[in-house]
Every structure is written in structure tokens, then in C-alpha cells.
């Protein structure tokens, strides 16, 4: 072995050492930054309520774009005369590249009103608050989320579509306003608008009740 191939290795040895100790310098400075709590940040940075306030409302609009967006593309996916793999396929795209930021929006944009409220020194949701919001959520239309996210036809008083809980090859999904559930023939997956939209969005109970009063 040459005394230049040696000097080579060696310099790669240090080089690798030094990316290391870097890795952990930086976790090191990582773990020992301060960290505020959001009532610690509004007292350095006021403006941060005003701020928030003002990116909800701005995320809000964003969100109805996508959204309307969403509808829009799965509308000429089924418009189109295609077998019912290619629809599958149609589907599944407008979920990965569409639908999943759809939920992540409103993921952030619940995030953000939870940091608002803890701004405005609100510790949690109290019980009677609460109840109201779980009274409003449910009696948000299930037809209109169902219209949102599926192909729905009307069938007298209430309406039917494929089941987005498993594979429908046939609509076997019915929604009934009157009682603002659904329930479905085929697996039978039975709910109310909270449940569904759980399922439709990826979001937990609370989130779920969130979006519904937003």
C-alpha cells in the first residue's frame, strides 16, 4: 500500500469522524434550545393572535379550492366509460395526490385553532361547550359530506352510493337524511355525519367534530 493511498484513506476516516461529531453537535445544540409554550410566544410576539387568527382564515379558503377540486376530478373520473379497474385507478390517484392533502389541511388548520385557544388562555374544551359542538356536528347534513367525497344519485328520500368502507362494485351504500346516518348493505358499516366523516377524511372523534363547525 502507496503512502499517498494510505494519506487518502485517512483524510476519509477523518472527514467521516467530523460528519459524525457534527450529527451529534447538532443534536446536542437540538435538545438544548429553549422551548415556548404558545401563551410564552404571544408575550414575546403579540402579533402572533392577530397572525393565527388570519391563517385559519386564509388555510380555510384553501381548503374549500382543494376540496371543490377533489369533487371536480372524481365527477369526470366516473363520467368516463372505462371498466371499473380504471376507476379504481382514477380513484385511488385522486386520493394520494389530492384527497391526502385535503386532510392534512384540515389536520393544520385544527392544530392552528388549538393554539388559539390556548393563546386566549382557554385550558380545554369545557363540558357544556362541548356538548354543544358534538349537538351542532351531528346535525351537520350527511348528504352533504357524502357529496363532497362520493358519486351519489337520489332515490327518493335518500340517497346511494359504492361504499367507501370496502370494495362496491354496485352502489350498496344508502344514506338517510331524515336520521342523518348511513348504513350499508354490503358490509354493513353503520354510522352517523361524525363517523363518516372519520372514515372519509382519516381524522379522529374530535378532529371530526372540528370540521364539521368549522
Known amino acids: 500500500m502507496n503512502q499517498k493511498y494510505t494519506q487518502e484513506m485517512l483524510r476519509e476516516i477523518e472527514i467521516s469522524e467530523l460528519s459524525d461529531f457534527s450529527h451529534e453537535l447538532e443534536k446536542v445544540w437540538r435538545r438544548s434550545r429553549l422551548k415556548f409554550t404558545d401563551k410564552e410566544l404571544v ?12 391563517k385559519i382564515e386564509e388555510w380555510k379558503e384553501v381548503l374549500k379550492l382543494k376540496r371543490e377540486t377533489v369533487r371536480c376530478s372524481l365527477k369526470e373520473i366516473y363520467k368516463l366509460n372505462v371498466d371499473d379497474l380504471s376507476k379504481w385507478f382514477g380513484e385511488y390517484m385522486v386520493e394520494v395526490f389530492l384527497f ?5 389541511i384540515y389536520k393544520h388548520i385544527g392544530r392552528l385553532q388549538r393554539q388559539l385557544m390556548q393563546i386566549n388562555g382557554e385550558q380545554g374544551v369545557r ?8 349537538e351542532k356536528a351531528r346535525g351537520k347534513p350527511i348528504a ?9 344519485r337520489n332515490i327518493g328520500n335518500r340517497f346511494s352510493a359504492k361504499c ?10 344508502y344514506i338517510y337524511p331524515e336520521t342523518n346516518t348511513y348504513h350499508c348493505f354490503g358490509c354493513q358499516a353503520h354510522g352517523d355525519v361524525i363517523n363518516l366523516t372519520m372514515h372519509l377524511y382519516g381524522l379522529s372523534f374530535k ?8
Open 43 to 54: 408575550s414575546l410576539f403579540p402579533e402572533a393572535k392577530q397572525i393565527i387568527s388570519q
Open 207 to 214: 378532529e371530526a367534530v372540528q370540521m364539521l363547525n368549522q
Open 164 to 173: 367507501p368502507f370496502h370494495e362496491d362494485k354496485t352502489p350498496s351504500f
Open 144 to 152: 352533504d359530506i357524502a357529496e363532497q367525497n362520493l358519486l351519489v
Open 100 to 104: 391526502n392533502e385535503v386532510k392534512g
Open 127 to 134: 363540558i357544556e361547550f362541548w356538548d354543544n359542538q358534538l
